[in-house]
């Protein structure tokens, strides 16, 4: 079991996600942009990525289908997969999007294992920006990714180079939260060390991670201040723990005083998810889906979405201002990479051949129509013309017989 932090655990009442909770000015941006949020986990390979998604699901999100992903055991992810969810609290409703990612480490040759997550990143601003460009800009299709959860491998020793480049290419796109995978496999004091490893070389390598404000930005009319206060201090404490340690499991067991609990099990005890004295899972969930929800939206529009649209707008005028990592022209439209896209296009092609299917055949139609009605005509035309023959033919033996 590892205590990662002093906190105690949260009252009853604070159990919900608290997204309903938001002040009200808050609460009206986030409506009035539609309510969604896009969060994007990856990281090596056989780290729990899915397990996690499953469980925060579990806890906090409803399922359209809970059949789908609890009916058979976890697969090996082996493409980007976009779950869609809708998150409940009290009336306040917000769209879920979380895009699992395969693990990488797998391959011989790692060291372009970023390329996918930063394409699709990168592909969603692409997407945003041409839908900005048209007359109405009436934008039906935001993915842009508000959040990315990486998950470093709880080794004990330190970060990967791997884990570097891949983290630095997110964070000059996207807000990076790393995260210590399978928490429960390190003791309390190993974890303190290896989370003090990760933040030096986080701050060395200058990766720009996302950290809670630290100052209060909300309306002072709207919050006392000790509420003020509070957020503060509820920022600091996020903050320390960062990265935050987790562990994942959609299991249930009792916890001892008759409650049922998810957790792992092991022979000596219980290590449960929900618990501050046993990872940082509630301060991870607090922070993405309560607390900075709002942040991370607003930071993706502003900072990230609006870099990505200056470096393409700028294109290679300028480019030595430019951040090398971020692609100068329109990436690649790379449909067919993901099968899901795949489907789509492959429906839109029959869609498109069955339309050119019944154009054809109401076209046949048509012209067999005209055909059946000229030769109708030409009917009509002979019998008048032989009327007219016989008519002549009469006038011409009346006329004799008037002679
Ligand atoms: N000890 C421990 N094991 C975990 C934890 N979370 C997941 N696992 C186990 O780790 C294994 C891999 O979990 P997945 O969720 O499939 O991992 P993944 O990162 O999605 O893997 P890929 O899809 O291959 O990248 C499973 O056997 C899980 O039960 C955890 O927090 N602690
Ligand atoms: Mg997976």
């Not at 002040?23 to 780290?47: A, D, W």
């Not at 976009?82 to 990612?101: G, H, M, S, Y």
């Not at 060395?204 to 991670?209: C, G, L, S, Y």
């Amino acid at each position: 079991m590892t205590t990662s932090s002093t906190v105690a655990p949260a009252p009853a009442s604070q159990q919900f996600v608290g997204i309903s909770n938001l002040p009200n000015q808050r609460y009206k941006i986030v409506s009035e942009n539609g309510g969604h949020f896009t969060l994007m986990i990856c990281g090596e390979s056989g780290l729990g990525k899915t397990t996690f998604i499953n469980t925060l699901f579990q806890t906090t999100l409803k399922q359209s289908d809970p059949q789908r992903r609890h009916s058979q055991p976890i697969q090996k992810t082996v493409e980007i997969d976009i779950l869609r969810a809708e998150l409940v609290e009290k009336k306040f409703k917000l769209k879920v999007n979380v895009i699992d990612t395969p693990g990488f480490g797998d391959n011989v040759n790692n060291s372009k294992a970023w390329q996918p997550i930063v394409d699709f990143i990168d592909d969603q601003h692409d997407s945003f920006m041409r839908q900005e460009q048209q007359p109405f800009r009436d934008v039906k299709f935001d993915l842009r990714v508000h959040a990315v959860l990486y998950f470093i491998k709880p080794t004990g020793h330190g970060l990967k180079p791997i884990d570097i480049e891949t983290m630095k290419r997110i964070s000059t796109r996207a807000n990076l939260i790393p995260v210590i995978a399978k928490a429960d496999t390190l003791t309390s004091n190993e974890l303190q060390i290896f989370k003090n490893r990760i933040r030096q070389v986080i701050e060395a390598q200058e990766i720009r991670i996302f950290t809670p404000p630290l100052e209060s930005n909300v309306d002072s009319s709207d919050i006392t201040n000790n509420q003020d206060v509070a957020a503060i201090e509820h920022a600091r404490q996020l903050i320390e723990s960062m990265p935050f340690a987790i562990i994942g499991s959609t299991q249930k067991f009792d916890n001892g005083s008759g409650q049922l609990v998810l957790a792992r099990k092991y022979p000596w005890g219980l290590v449960e998810v929900e618990n501050d004295l046993h990872c940082d899972f509630r301060k991870l969930r607090s922070l993405v889906l309560r607390t900075y929800l709002l942040d991370l939206i607003l930071t993706t529009n502003e900072l990230h979405y609006e870099t990505y649209r200056r470096l393409r707008l700028e294109g290679n005028e300028n480019p030595n201002d430019a951040d090398p990592s971020i692609p100068l022209r329109a990436p690649l439209r790379k449909l067919s990479h993901n099968p899901k896209f795949k489907e789509e296009e492959n429906m839109l092609k029959k869609y498109f051949t069955d339309q050119v299917k019944a154009e054809e055949q109401r076209f046949r139609q048509w012209e067999q129509n005209i055909v059946n009605e000229r030769v109708k005509l030409n009917t009509d035309l002979e019998e008048l013309q032989n009327k007219i023959k016989k008519l002549e033919e009469q006038n011409k033996l009346l006329q004799s017989r008037k002679r």
